[in-house]
Structures are given as structure tokens and as C-alpha cells.
T-cell receptor
Framework: KAGVTQTPRYLIKTRGQQVTLSCSPI?????VSWYQQTPGQGLQFLFE???????NKGNFPGRFSGRQFSNSRSEMNVSTLELGDSALYLC??????????????FGPGTRLLVL | DAKTTQPPSMDCAEGRAANLPCNHS???????VYWYRQIHSQGPQYIIH???NNETNEMASLIITEDRKSSTLILPHATLRDTAVYYC???????????FGKGTTLSVSS
């Protein structure tokens, strides 16, 4: 079974621009979570989508948004990019996202550099 | 905040067992212990998880103390490819977010 895929793998943007990142979960998985990893803050939870609905949200400004499609693929968008948004953005999928022993599987990430 | 405490770094000789400790003294009855590892700039890789019993899979063993306040991840025969940051995470059944701490950087040398 194919793993979680993320596109693009690398991205360079300038301040003020917006960016859209894509994630395809493992086949059959309906929950997709997004995380941001920076050297200073480590790995932090952004939000989780299940059945096209945002079910959980971390402590990030409204510039960070996402959506999920009927095939469970997900996108996240960052508007008005700031230098501090430079990070590795990780997507993780799981069957239903919660429940006994539910496991999240991560993709390789998208590395975003904001200049 | 992360509910676990791990040593920042550990060293291990290739071929020897690597034993990575984790303290989770505030763990509650319905919370699982998960272990992930992250090799430089890659996505975290799931290793193993458990509730109260010891668990073993093809990658590692997880030993959870009887009071569940601590656990140990064991890599039985460490190789150079096991050099990574290892994260111990406590997660309840209802939660979806994984709360990562700083993890333990394991360095395996020949």
C-alpha cells in the first residue's frame, strides 16, 4: 500500500505571497492532520480534517487554513507569508483519527522557504 | 505541552541494544504511549505503541512499567541507520493531535 504523499517537496516563496500544499493520505484513511516543524518550536499540530470537516485545530493564526476533499486528499494554505513560516510542513493520515490505538502515518513533508 | 520527559541525547555502539527511556508520570488510564523517530529532515516514522502490556514488533520492543509512569523503547541491535531523533508521545483515545516534545537524539556509531 502506498504511503502518504506530499507535493511539492520543496518550495521557495517571498513574503506576502500565499502558498498551497497538497497531501494524499494512505488509501482508505479518512483523517488527515497537518503539522509544522521549525528549529525553534519543534513539531506543532496545525489542524485535522475528517470527512471534509475540520475536527481539531492547533494554536495558529487564521492565515493558516486547510480543506479536505471527498477522496480524503487535503490541502493547506498559508496566506500573506512571513519569514517565520519557513518550515517543514508534514501531513499525517490515519483511518479515523481517534480511537483505541489509532496510528498516524507521516508523509515526507514539504519544505517551505520564505524569502 | 508534551506530557513526556526524555533525555536530550544518547549514544549507542553499533550492534548493541539501544534502550531509550521516557517518563510520563501524569499518564491517565486511557492514554497510549507512542514512539516515533525522525531521521534528519524526513517525516516522523511510526515505531510502536502500547497501553499497559509490553509490545514487540519487527522494529522494536516497548516496555511499560506496571504503574505506567515510564517506558523504555528497545532497539535490540542498533545500526547506523537507527541514528535519529526518537519521540515518546502520550495520546488519549479521543485526541487526534500528537503533541511532540524535543525527543532523544540517538547517535549510533561503529
Amino acid at each position: 500500500k502506498a504511503g502518504v504523499t506530499q507535493t511539492p517537496r520543496y518550495l521557495i516563496k517571498t513574503r506576502g505571497q500565499q502558498v498551497t500544499l497538497s497531501c494524499s493520505p494512505i488509501s482508505g484513511h479518512r483523517s488527515v492532520s497537518w503539522y509544522q516543524q521549525t528549529p525553534g518550536q519543534g513539531l506543532q499540530f496545525l489542524f485535522e480534517y475528517f470527512s471534509e470537516t475540520q475536527r481539531n485545530k492547533g494554536n495558529f493564526p487564521g492565515r493558516f487554513s486547510g480543506r479536505q476533499f471527498s477522496n480524503s486528499r487535503s490541502e493547506m494554505n498559508v496566506s500573506t507569508l512571513e519569514l517565520g513560516d519557513s518550515a517543514l510542513y508534514l501531513c499525517a493520515s490515519s483511518s479515523v483519527g481517534r480511537g483505541a490505538g489509532e496510528t498516524q502515518y507521516f508523509g515526507p513533508g514539504t519544505r517551505l522557504l520564505v524569502l | 505541552d508534551a506530557k513526556t520527559t526524555q533525555p536530550p541525547s544518547m549514544d549507542c555502539a553499533e550492534g548493541r541494544a539501544a534502550n531509550l527511556p521516557c517518563n510520563h508520570s501524569t499518564i491517565s488510564g486511557n492514554e497510549y504511549v507512542y514512539w516515533y523517530r525522525q531521521i534528519h529532515s524526513q517525516g516522523p516514522q511510526y515505531i510502536i505503541h502500547g497501553l499497559k502490556n509490553n509490545e514487540t514488533n519487527e522494529m522494536a520492543s516497548l516496555i511499560i512499567t506496571e504503574d505506567r509512569k515510564s517506558s523504555t523503547l528497545i532497539l535490540p541491535h542498533a545500526t547506523l541507520r537507527d541514528t535519529a531523533v526518537y519521540y515518546c508521545i502520550v495520546r488519549d483515545q479521543a485526541g487526534t493531535a500528537l503533541i511532540f516534545g524535543k525527543g532523544t537524539t540517538l547517535s549510533v556509531s561503529s
